[in-house]
């Protein structure tokens, strides 16, 4: 089992940058993914990335702002947020996936994914 820690959350304004963590035992060639979850919403798929970082996939939303880079030397994943906007607004979880993953899928679905981490707030204010 793969163990998840996000770290990196907080309060920033409109326009600011974040850059979240995501640290994990076991994680090295692991397909991660990055979701979010604002109050009353369902969990939705920010972006995920291969295991070995050579390719990356973005939610429609987000693309162009966030980008997702993995050092497996450290065991860690990183999703840096630029140009945040108040809708960005959730908690964001890292999540790992335990099966097989095939090239050229996105694994944009919460089911796609075995473990989670607990979370990490990102408030974005106006």
């Known amino acids: 089992q793969v163990q998840l820690v996000e770290s990196g959350g907080g309060l920033v304004q409109a326009g600011g940058s974040l850059r979240l963590s995501c640290a994990a035992s076991?994680?090295?060639?692991?397909?991660i993914g990055w979701f979010r979850q604002a109050p009353g919403k369902e969990r939705e798929f920010v972006g995920s990335?291969?295991?070995?970082?050579?390719?990356?996939y973005y939610a429609g939303s987000v693309k162009g702002r966030f980008t997702i880079a993995r050092d497996n030397a450290k065991s860690t994943v990183y999703l840096q947020m630029n140009n945040l906007k108040p809708e960005d607004t959730a908690v964001y979880y890292c999540?790992?996936?335990?099966?097989?993953?095939?090239?050229?899928?996105?694994?944009?679905?919460?089911?796609?994914?075995?473990?989670w981490g607990q979370g990490t707030q990102v408030t974005v204010s106006s």
């Open positions: 999540a790992a996936r335990r099966r097989t993953s095939y090239a050229g899928n996105d694994y944009r679905e919460t089911n796609d994914y075995d473990d």
């Open positions: 990335v291969t295991g070995a970082g050579q390719s990356t």
């Open positions: 076991g994680l090295s060639n692991r397909r």
